[in-house]
């Protein structure tokens, strides 16, 4: 079992949809969990920390933390094509700095 | 502009060849990590320095070996070029005592 898995997608949403990215991880004792944006041939972006149970939301992005079913997901409202990237599920394992990934959600959002 | 920056941005040599890669930020943070992303996009840890000092070690050839002059500084030298060291090279750093971390631009390393 990966430590972080994302489904590969691609998810196609059309303009203007909530876009629904889901991440699992099989750690139960993290504690800190990111999104991460990567645009093709550009370096990943940190959109997004959670570390609590329940939601945050940052403008159009909603990130959503359940420890108990050690799930993680990114919504993002009124999706534009601007926001066709892979996105990157990103987990800190336990009382180190180290990041694990997922191999990413590529998101296509079409006019 | 503060950032984390990397040279070079690509980088194509021929086997065996030895090789360097440097990673500056200027955000006073206190970790800086090297990362590998393969052709699948799998972006991996390698290794962390906080303030010097070497934190994470993965299971890296000793190929690879790390070097932090300084706090803002992590540069990344590798011996005997591989076929298989092909990838994209991601410096990142995060500021002390949070987990966040911000990636310089990446180096693109083609082996022939």
């Known amino acids: 079992q990966k430590e972080v898995e994302q489904n590969s997608g691609p998810l196609s949403v059309p303009e203007g949809a909530i876009a629904s990215l889901n991440c699992t991880y099989s750690?139960?004792?993290?504690?800190?969990f990111f999104w991460y944006r990567q645009y093709s041939g550009k370096s990943p972006e940190l959109i997004m920390s959670?570390?609590?149970?329940g939601d945050k939301e940052d403008g159009r992005f909603t990130a959503q933390l359940n420890k108990a079913s050690q799930y993680v997901s990114l919504l993002i409202r009124d999706s534009q094509p601007s926001d066709s990237a892979t996105y990157l599920c990103?987990?800190?394992?336990?009382?180190?700095?180290?990041?694990?990934f997922g191999t990413g959600t590529r998101l296509q959002v079409f006019p | 502009d503060t950032a984390v920056s990397q040279t070079p941005k690509y980088l194509v040599t021929q086997m065996g060849n030895d090789k360097s890669i440097k990673c500056e930020q200027n955000?006073?943070?206190?970790?800086m990590y090297w990362y590998k992303q393969d052709s699948k996009k799998f972006l991996k840890i390698m290794f962390s320095?906080?303030?010097?000092?070497?934190?994470i070690n993965e299971t890296v050839p000793n190929r690879f070996s790390p070097k932090s002059p300084d706090k803002a500084h992590l540069n990344l030298h590798i011996n005997s070029l591989e076929l298989g060291d092909s990838a994209v090279y991601f410096c990142?750093?995060?500021?002390?005592?949070?987990?966040?971390?911000?990636f310089g631009p990446g180096t693109r390393l083609t082996v022939l």
């Open positions: 955000l006073g943070h206190d970790t």
């Open positions: 320095y906080n303030n010097k000092e070497l934190i």
């Open positions: 750690d139960r004792v993290s504690q800190s």
């Open positions: 990103a987990v800190n394992r336990y009382n180190t700095d180290k990041l694990i």
């Open positions: 959670i570390y609590s149970n």
């Open positions: 990142a750093s995060s500021p002390p005592g949070v987990q966040e971390q911000f």
